[in-house]
């Protein structure tokens, strides 16, 4: 996989009203086309828009990120979209990598709509990304968000220390388990490894300052246990929430917790 590269921001829908929903196809870029939703705040006009990035296999349709934006969408204007080789999306997923550049789009089209202020809210996979990108997109108006919350991420790659994890390194470094991404999880993974490693979200973290930034995290995570999110939030200047009985990313994330959340991402 190639490093990140600048290019020209495209959607199919150039209109800046934010009156009602809509869907349209962002151009990366990278060139790769995926599929957005917009949705104003239910509760009248407001300044800012929570931009959702969803897990790995999930999609800007599936039922636990709709449940997410309709929470979010009592509080703020909402954006959700799918990870490029998931969903509607063009492209073949890099599980973190060059996903920084979708999220970037999704950030620059609700810039594009009006709202002065855009923030981020990334589940497991897109909590490693919205890290990312806070760090790599500092200084960069269009694509830069005004806070950050990263809910049940990763601190590190290459983590093996769950079966759930090692199930999922399966499916993503093995021909055959890539073909059980494909057909099995709806999810079209990229043959190559990595090529440079990418910036890891610890790493990430003391980049992502002045930027406010919470981490979330639930205390009965299958997939990574609390040492990841402890390691996040001692990286740098970043607020912690460790959720009493709950369990991985989007699909654990109750309406209470995701109410919380919103109102977070509003005040800080």
């Known amino acids: 996989m190639s490093s990140l590269s600048e290019g020209p921001f495209h959607t199919s829908d150039a209109s800046s009203t934010t009156d009602g929903p809509r869907r349209a196809i962002l151009r990366t870029a990278d060139g790769v086309l995926i599929e957005a939703v917009y949705e104003p705040c239910s509760a009248g006009v407001s300044a800012t828009a ?19 934006a309709r929470v979010f969408a009592q ?3 909402v954006v959700t979209f799918s990870f490029r080789g998931h969903g509607g999306s063009g492209g073949r997923s890099t599980v973190g990598d060059r996903e920084v550049l979708d999220l970037a789009a999704a950030v620059e089209w609700a810039r594009g709509l009006g709202h002065t202020r855009v923030v981020t809210a990334g589940f ?14 500092e200084g960069r108006k269009e694509a830069r968000t005004d806070a950050v919350a990263a809910v049940s991420a990763p601190a590190r790659w290459y983590y093996r220390g769950t079966a759930p994890m090692r199930r999922l390194h399966w499916v993503v470094t093995r021909p055959l388990g890539r073909l059980v991404g494909r057909y099995g999880l709806a999810t079209r993974i990229h043959p190559e490894v990595w090529d440079p490693v990418p910036l890891s979200p610890v790493e990430s973290v003391p980049l992502i300052a002045p930027t406010p930034l919470l981490i979330v995290h639930g205390d009965r995570d299958p997939y990574f246990p609390v040492d990841h999110p402890r390691m ?6 970043a607020e912690l929430w460790l959720e009493p009985g709950m369990g991985h990313a989007e699909d654990a994330a109750d309406e209470e917790l995701l ?6 991402l509003i005040r800080a």
């Open 50 to 68: 929570i931009v959702i990035a969803h897990g790995f296999t999930g999609s800007v349709d599936r039922p636990s990120v709709r449940r997410a």
């Open 124 to 137: 497991s996979m897109g909590g490693s990304v919205v890290l990312r990108h806070a760090a790599m997109h």
């Open 232 to 237: 996040l939030a001692a990286a740098g200047d």
């Open 259 to 264: 109410a919380r959340l919103a109102d977070w």
């Open 75 to 77: 509080r703020a204007a």
